[in-house]
């Protein structure tokens, strides 16, 4: 054991990369988007550090050229996830027992890695795997992730110099231990950096971790774990296992020695997981935490003194950066009448401005939604609106796949407050607008907040700071980040915390050190230096 307390420097956000027309860096990383295009390569599980290949294929393809094969996949079943489980179990015994200090060393290693030698590779992976435009996929799968990597070990520091008060005669301390088995970490498509975080943070804090990536996001996170090997992380400390849901979840949640769960995706799966745990629960060594980020129906909400032309600007990047494809993306949003032909003609040119495509041109503001079956799930909000009575489709509302899944920019605005795309989670380029009368402000106020059982992200809009006050106090629980004059989308980590509640989470802030806590047991003692040596008590001496 180390005899000195080591400070951790508090990091700094990493800067992004612009890819401004003749920068290096631009070129460099069309470079790298065309070395990979060259190879088809073949992804398997990596379990104790080896490669293991189930034979249990599918094939990658690229969202925005469905016919262009990135990779093959060996998906785990039960038998891989058994070697895992074991894998994690052996690697425990050693890696609890590292200090602290030496395990997040690692983790940032890997940031400086990604930020420097890995950055094209992180990127171009993501816009390959993930149809994200070089600026989206630059502030997550390089900024984002590398953010996770170094603040996440200078907030675990903070938790382990936390220490309670000792009196006189004794010295009280507490310690801060992994949970007694591994976690599973359950991942979504849309973030490379999400898949990042959500193994590595319990990792850190001394528990190992298996790890299933989204079938939609295996590419980049493959190279991901190839980025931790060469930082050092130890054979066995995270387990890579793709695969179907119930194929490595059912054995997971069978395993006496689960004890953690950190999730995000739909809140349907989470639902489900979660109840699996319950049934299992006389199965367990220890009551498993439970954290996970769902969904959200995120709004704006404009007051007849908004900025227009700033609402304009933030409802299109809330709204159709990345396809719509973030948890937080805006998906509603309520305009007063008095303003709203203003907002209308304005919004309506700039979205019929944004150019959609192969995101390998650096003109494109959205690629392809993910998949064929997001393809099909959004096409089909937009063919209900068009045939609805009380909707109309103001801009977009066409779509392709015959190449990549495109879907344009669509706009719909409804009569209707209680409309099918005004509740429902779409996860996808498609804005649902209401527009109410000046006078209804307070009951309008009342409907945005009660009609979604989300509660992920929302955005208000005014310059009347009496109207910011009363929106802001009125939503207090309806969104878990919440943005003033701003959109609903790009929390930082170290500056926006990010989780939800209500049906968008357990709200335990991904970016923050409260997320840390849930993956440590804390465990108290106290030693006296002179112990009493008689039993009785003082005022036992009375005659």
Not at 241 to 249: A, D, I, L, N
């Amino acid at each position: 054991m180390p005899n000195a307390y080591f400070k951790i420097q508090e990091p700094k956000n990493e800067p992004y990369n612009s890819f401004e027309p003749g920068s290096p860096e631009k070129k460099e990383l069309k470079k790298k988007l065309k070395e990979l295009q060259e190879e088809v390569i073949e992804i398997p599980a990596i379990i104790g550090g080896k490669e293991v290949k189930s034979g249990d294929t599918i094939d990658i393809s690229m969202p925005h050229n469905h016919e262009h094969k990135l990779a093959t996949v060996h998906r785990c079943g039960e038998n891989e996830v058994n070697m895992a489980i074991e894998a994690a179990m052996e690697a425990r015994k050693e890696w609890a027992e590292m200090p602290w200090e030496e395990r997040i060393s690692i983790f940032q290693k890997a940031a400086d890695l990604i930020t420097g030698p890995w950055r094209h590779t992180m990127n171009a992976t993501t816009m390959l795997g993930q149809s994200k435009t070089p600026h989206q996929s630059e502030i997550e799968a390089v900024g984002e992730l590398a953010d996770f990597l170094r603040f996440n070990p200078w907030y675990l520091s903070q938790i382990m110099s936390d220490q309670p008060h000792s009196p006189n005669g004794m010295w009280n301390r507490v310690e801060y231990r992994p949970l007694e088995g591994f976690v599973f970490a359950v991942t979504p498509f849309n973030f490379t950096a999400i898949g990042g975080n959500l193994p590595t943070a319990p990792a850190m804090c001394g528990n190992v971790v298996l790890w299933k990536p989204s079938s939609d996001s295996i590419y980049s996170n493959y190279f991901f774990m190839k980025v931790l090997k060469e930082a050092g992380m130890p054979d066995g400390v995270i387990n890579f296992v793709p695969g179907k849901g119930r194929s490595v979840g059912d054995p997971v949640f069978a395993s006496h020695h689960f004890s953690g769960l950190h999730f995000t995706g739909s809140v349907g799966t989470f639902n489900n997981l979660w109840k699996t745990i319950g049934d299992n629960i006389d199965t367990y060594k220890t009551y498993p935490r439970v954290v996970g980020e769902t969904g959200g129906k995120d709004f704006i909400f404009a007051h007849n003194s908004a900025d227009v032309d700033a609402m304009v600007v933030a409802a299109l990047r809330g709204a159709y950066e990345y396809q719509g494809q973030k948890c937080s993306a805006a998906s509603r949003m309520y305009i007063p009448e008095s303003i709203w032909d203003d907002f209308r003609d304005k919004f309506v040119d700039e979205v019929n401005k944004i150019k959609v495509g192969d995101v390998e041109d650096f003109t494109t503001f959205m690629g392809a939604v993910i998949s064929q079956k997001a393809f099909d799930d959004i096409t089909g909000y937009i063919d209900y609106a068009k045939e609805a009575d009380d909707a109309e489709i103001i801009a977009g509302g066409t779509y392709d796949d015959s190449k990549g899944y495109f879907i344009d920019p669509t706009v719909i605005v409804t009569s209707n407050p209680k409309f099918k795309t005004m509740e429902e989670e779409i996860f996808g380029p498609v804005l649902t607008i209401y527009v109410y009368k000046d006078e209804d402000f307070d009951k309008t106020i009342e409907l945005c907040d009660d009609t979604s059982p989300y509660a992920l992200t929302g955005a208000i809009f005014a310059q009347d700071r009496y109207a910011l006050k009363k929106m802001s106090k009125a939503f207090r629980q309806s969104a878990g980040n919440f943005y003033i004059n701003d959109k609903p989308t790009a929390a930082i980590v170290n500056q926006q915390p990010f989780g939800g509640a209500r049906k968008s989470g357990t709200n335990d802030k991904a970016g923050s050190k409260v997320n840390l806590l849930r993956w440590l047991s804390m465990r108290s003692m106290k030693e006296t230096r002179v112990p009493p040596k008689d039993w009785r008590y003082p005022y036992m001496g009375e005659e």
